[in-house]
C-alpha cells in the first residue's frame, strides 16, 4: 500500500452527494488522481482531486461501463489525471461491504494504477450535518488482498465537511448527473460543471 490518501472536497461531494441523489439504490463512479510526474512527488500521499459518477441502475460489469471508462481517460488525460480508484455506496443503509462488482472493478483500476484506491461509501453516517466523512477507504496489500486503511492515514481538505453538508442541505443532489443520465439524455454532462462552480463559489464564500 501507499503514504497517505487526501481526498479534495469535490471528491468527498460528488461521492456523497450520488449516493444522496439514489438513496433507494446502489450506486458507483470513479475518482481521479493526480499522474505520477505531474504534481508533488517529494512523498507518497496519492492526492485524488476529483469523482465521477458512473451508474445508479446497473453497477455490474457491462460494456457502458468500458465506455464510461475509456471516455472518462481521453477526458481528462490532458489535465494529467487518471482513474484511481473506484467508490461505491450499497443499495442497503448498513452495509458498507464491497461486493463482488466493486472489487472486479477496483481490481481493475488497479491493475493500471498501484495505488488504487477502493471507497466505499458507510449509507448510515451520511446525513445533513456531516461531523466525519462517511467513507471506508481500502487498498491492495502486499497479500493481494483489500484492507482498510486507518483514519489517521486518510486526510480529507478542511473545510470539505462543512461545504458538503452545505450542499446535501440545498439539496443539490438532485443536480448531479451520472454516466446513467448522460445515457437517458446526452445534455447531462458527468463531469458536473455546475456543481464545480458551486463548489468554488462556497469555499470562496467560506473564506470570508
Given at each position: 500500500m501507499s503514504g497517505d490518501i487526501s481526498l479534495a472536497c469535490p471528491v468527498l461531494a460528488k461521492m456523497l452527494l450520488h449516493a444522496a441523489r439514489y438513496p433507494q439504490s446502489a450506486v458507483s463512479g470513479v475518482v481521479l488522481a493526480q499522474a505520477k510526474g505531474t504534481g508533488d512527488d517529494t512523498n507518497n500521499t496519492v492526492y485524488l482531486v476529483d469523482?465521477?459518477?458512473?451508474?445508479?441502475l446497473h453497477l455490474s460489469l457491462t460494456p457502458m461501463l468500458e465506455i464510461a471508462l475509456t471516455q472518462i481517460e481521453q477526458r481528462?488525460?490532458?489535465q494529467g489525471l487518471v482513474i484511481a480508484g473506484?467508490?461505491?455506496?450499497?443499495?442497503?443503509?448498513r452495509d458498507n461491504v464491497p461486493d463482488f462488482v466493486a472489487l472486479k472493478i477496483a481490481e481493475k483500476i488497479a491493475e493500471n494504477n498501484n495505488d488504487a484506491c477502493l471507497i466505499m461509501i458507510d449509507n448510515k453516517r451520511l446525513c445533513l450535518n456531516l461531523q466525519t466523512a462517511p467513507i471506508i477507504v481500502s487498498q491492495l496489500s502486499s497479500e493481494g488482498k483489500w484492507k482498510s486503511r486507518d483514519k489517521s492515514s486518510v486526510h480529507i481538505e478542511t473545510g470539505s465537511l462543512e461545504v458538503t453538508s452545505?450542499?446535501?442541505q440545498?439539496?443539490?443532489?438532485h443536480d448531479v448527473n451520472d454516466f446513467d443520465n448522460h445515457l437517458d439524455d446526452l445534455t447531462c454532462d458527468w463531469t458536473n460543471p455546475q456543481i464545480n462552480k458551486l463548489l468554488t463559489t462556497i469555499a470562496a464564500a467560506n473564506q470570508d
Open positions: 469523482a465521477i459518477p458512473l451508474f445508479h481528462f488525460r490532458s473506484y467508490y461505491q455506496a450499497n443499495e442497503y443503509i452545505q450542499l446535501l440545498r439539496k443539490v443532489q
